[in-house]
Each structure stands twice: as C-alpha cells, then as structure tokens.
C-alpha cells in the first residue's frame, strides 16, 4: 500500500513536469508565431507605404505587381519569415498580400 503511494506520487510529478514542459512549448511557440507576424506587419507597411510613393511619382497609377517597386521604392522583395512572396491585391489602392495570411 505505501509502495503504491510512492510510485503514484512519482506518476503524478512526472505528468506536472510533462505539462509544464507542454506548457513552456507553447508560450515559446506563440511568443515565435507573435515575433513573425510582427516582422510580417513591418513588410506589409513598408509595401504599402511603397505603392502610395509609387502612385505618387507616377501621376496616380499604381504598380501591378512588387517587381514594380524594386529597387527605386523597395531595396528587394521582402518575404514573409513563414516563406513565401507577397503580392499585391487587385483592389484600389492595392495592398500588400502575406501568403500566410498574416494582415495588419
Ligand atoms: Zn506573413
């Protein structure tokens, strides 16, 4: 009988311990997803605030695609950190698409 209570108690700190571990995992993964999604939100701005300079030395129009804007308005094409290329939406103004579907 006491032996059992041991080995529960041993079984029981051994599932703590593996929740914990659970539990650290995913703060660090949501803390890793909330830092890409941040650096993701910059290149969006930094696309967008590029179109609206784009639009504004081309009397109004506006870019087709990203290539457009490299390198007078962007230095390069930046990519989201998931992976992938933006694109720029068919709507006016266009916007800046994440290919991961991050917005801002
Ligand atoms: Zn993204």
Excluded at 32 to 41: D, F, T
Excluded at 68 to 90: D, F, N
Aim: charged share 15%.
């Amino acid at each position: 009988m006491k032996r059992f209570t041991v080995l529960s108690i041993m079984a029981i700190l051994c599932i703590m311990l593996m929740a914990a571990g659970c539990g650290t995992d995913q703060a660090e993964k949501a803390k890793q997803e909330g830092l890409v999604r941040g650096a993701c939100q910059d290149n969006l701005r930094t696309i967008d605030s590029a179109v609206m300079q784009y639009s504004a030395s081309n009397m109004g129009s506006y870019p087709r695609s990203i290539d457009q804007l490299v390198p007078t308005y962007l230095r390069e094409a930046p990519e989201c950190m998931t992976g992938g290329p933006y694109t720029l939406s068919k709507t006016t103004p266009p916007r800046a698409v994440c290919p991961n579907g991050h917005t801002y």
